[in-house]
T-cell receptor
């Protein structure tokens, strides 16, 4: 089982729709969770951290379910510019600040 | 805040030559920096973790004598690809962690290496 698993997609979604991704992680001792976005041929950029109580940043909402060991990202009112690969990231326990990266979910927003 | 630069952004070199890539944290001190490699349509692969003033820790399967990492200051880490071969052609990305900022990593723009 992979340490961080994501549906690779692609998710083809019409502009304006709401889309949600899930990600599961294997180590229950993980403490830090993030969503990054990566555009084609670019570096990953931090989208948002994921907090235990859930958090929202504009059109983006992240949730953490520790009992089931999954993280979710919800995008509302999707824009063409949201097209990217979304990477689920979890800290590597007992490591030197290392992160474990999901393979990413590709999102394509269609006009 | 948390800006990371990386140079060069792209490089083409001949097989057998060495290439040095620099990674700098511009507005914070990075106690730990990371070097990743990404092949087309594949996920990020961590190559090594480097701490200022100490030897880098390499991931399994990454040759430390081929990928030399130096982290001489809190704002600069370098990766040297020695005796590069066409199979080393890839997208090399560095990231930095500021320690006090938690586990978040901030990435440089990457270096696209092509070995001919």
């Amino acid at each position: 089982r992979k340490e961080v698993e994501q549906d690779p997609g692609p998710f083809n979604v019409p502009e304006g729709a709401t889309v949600a991704f899930n990600c599961t992680y294997s180590n229950s001792a993980s403490q830090s969770f993030f969503w990054y976005r990566q555009d084609c041929r670019k570096e990953p950029k931090l989208l948002m951290s994921v907090y235990s109580s859930g958090n929202e940043d504009g059109r983006f909402t992240a949730q953490l379910n520790r009992a089931s060991q999954y993280i979710s990202l919800l995008i509302r009112d999707s824009k063409l510019s949201d097209s990217a690969t979304y990477l689920c990231v979890v800290n590597r326990v007992d490591s030197n600040y290392q992160l474990i990266w999901g393979a990413g979910t590709k999102l394509i927003i269609k006009p | 805040g948390a800006v990371v630069s990386q140079h060069p952004s792209w490089v083409i070199c001949k097989s057998g030559t060495s290439v040095k890539i620099e990674c700098r944290s511009l507005d914070f001190q990075a106690t730990t920096m990371f070097w990743y490699r990404q092949f087309p349509k594949q996920s990020l692969m961590l190559m090594a973790t480097s701490n200022e003033g100490s030897k880098a820790t390499y991931e399994q399967g990454v040759e430390k004598d081929k990928f030399l990492i130096n982290h001489a200051s809190l704002t600069l880490s370098t990766l040297t690809v020695t005796s590069a071969h066409p199979e080393d052609s890839s997208f090399y990305i560095c990231s930095a962690n500021g320690g006090g900022l938690g586990y978040e990593q901030y990435f440089g723009p990457g270096t696209r290496l092509t070995v001919t």
